[in-house]
């Protein structure tokens, strides 16, 4: 149930009709792709005739084309729909700390091709190393219109301005990297959350989406970010930084953290907490300033082989994830969280330990599901495909 808004709403026009019909009709192109005009008449409850005028236009703006003639028993061949994947071109880019990756993706969120860079400290400077290597993605298949630029950010952009208002593990602050990102392609660019663009990415390309309603996605890596769908919505709070569990107290009095306040749930659960947890242990100390010694990669490994050390911090790591979720469950019932990160590589080991720790301190009946995203899918970077085609394929805005 949602109330009216009467501080913001669109009356509804013969247009909102029209509007609503062609994204049901485009959706439904996308997930039953070849499909017949009278197959999508039968599906969308439409008339032929209104499925008609809602193909040819699609196929006039390029984003559907006819294909291959069908099989029926016996009459006229019906001539398929599909999305137009040779023609529509998605630019992805998702930024972490370390490395940026870039994609060039068809409309099916295949990517054609892909290119990262290291990413410099200087929000500048990674403009200026970002913007020719866009050029030379849209360069390399002209053939494609490419439709927008979706970006994926460990941090928050303001709902408003769309400046990058919290990075801390980028140590970027109000800046803008849409609109001179859109002066130098040309391209609308639309700017999101790591774990918001991996929420939408399950919700629109993932194997587990049909009837996904509630979700939940925890990020994991240099920090912990966190993505919410509620009743197919995304979540985004009243400025856009809506998720931010990983900086919520989990420990009182506990470690600083890069956001300025002590005891964040990221510091005892994200990789470099692990990290961490493995420094103390090899050097036989307790001290909270271990520098890292190792990456997160390098302590995978090590636990793969066996080292206990590596295997008691991964360990750790869990029990802490699991600490954080439980709340998320209890609180939200949720009907899936998934878990994004290098640490599902070790799920075997670190699952079962996070399962059981939402369990004993979450009391609720929900029936949430604890899964492991799949990290071939790159959830960051394919979220960046879905935030541009949103644009067209999403929910309308009414009332
Ligand atoms: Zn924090």
Known sequence: MRRIDLSNFQVATSETARDINRRIVLNLIRTHQPISRADLARHSGLQRSTVSVIAEQLIKERWITEGANGHTPRGRRPRFLHLNKERVGIIGINVRPGTTTLALADLDANFLSQDSLSTPQDPKQFLTELVPRVQKLMDSRTELTCEGIGVSLPGRVDLATKQIVFAPNLGWRDFDLKTPLEEATGLSVELENAANSCALSEICFGRRAEGLRNLVIVTV??????????????????????????????????????????????????????????????????????????????????????????????????????????????????????????VTRAWHRVGPIIKDTIRRHSFTRAETQIVPSDPITQPRLRGTIALVLLKHFGAPAIA
Not at 239 to 244: D, I, L, V
Not at 285 to 314: N, P, Y
């Open 221 to 342: 890596s240099e920090g912990i970010g966190c993505g919410l769908i509620l009743n197919h919505q995304l979540v985004q709070g009243s400025t856009g930084t809506a998720g931010e569990f990983g900086h919520a107290a989990l420990i009182q009095d506990g470690l600083e953290c890069s956001c300025g306040n002590r005891g964040c749930w990221e510091m005892y659960a994200s990789n470099l907490a692990a990290v961490r947890y493995y420094s103390q242990a090899s050097r036989g100390r307790q001290s909270a300033t271990a520098e890292k010694t190792i990456s997160f990669d390098h302590l995978l490994q090590l636990a793969g082989q066996g080292d206990s050390k590596a295997v008691e911090a991964l360990e750790q790591m869990a029990r802490y994830l699991g600490l954080g979720i439980a709340p998320l469950v209890a609180g939200l019932a949720p009907d899936m969280i998934v878990i994004v990160g290098e």
